[in-house]
């Protein structure tokens, strides 16, 4: 898109739409260029700004995503000297089953599954409580 294009339909976004971005597959492999994923870059300040103001991001570390989240200072390519400038990047990627179990372990919550198949009759409820333990 020319600029006039692309200004002119940022204008027309609504502006409380939900971000949401779309989770990379626990067993990706390879490049995430074409992933959903953030870059900002320039100076601390400039950064720390756009992080206060989105937070929502951080509600994505949970038991079902995590923040792969990189902050430092660039370097000069042909010096290796620091530059005073910054670069921040953060991609959602989905959790492994096997960590969402160990996660749930940890706050000590039951892994809930549902038998489909018809409920037996039990003889007492004392059967029927220790049944589901």
């Known amino acids: 898109m020319r600029k006039e294009e692309v200004i002119d339909y940022w204008a027309s976004l609504e502006p409380d739409e939900p971000m949401l971005p779309r989770p990379i597959r626990a067993d990706h492999k390879g490049s995430t260029y074409t992933c959903d994923s953030i870059r900002i870059t320039g100076s601390k300040a400039y950064i720390d700004s756009w992080l206060g103001n989105n937070k929502w991001l951080l509600e ?4 079902k995503t995590r923040l792969q989240v990189t902050y430092k200072e ?3 390519r042909d010096t290796g000297l620091p530059t005073g400038k910054y670069s921040f ?5 989905a959790r492994s089953k096997a960590l969402n179990n160990y996660s749930r372990a940890i706050r000590k919550e039951p892994e809930v599954t549902v ?3 018809p409920m037996q009759s039990h003889k007492s409820l004392k059967e029927l ?3 589901f333990l």
């Open 60 to 63: 994505r570390e949970n038991h």
């Open 74 to 76: 660039t370097v000069d």
């Open 89 to 93: 990047y953060c991609q959602v990627w």
């Open 115 to 117: 038998d489909l198949k």
């Open 129 to 131: 409580a220790n049944s």
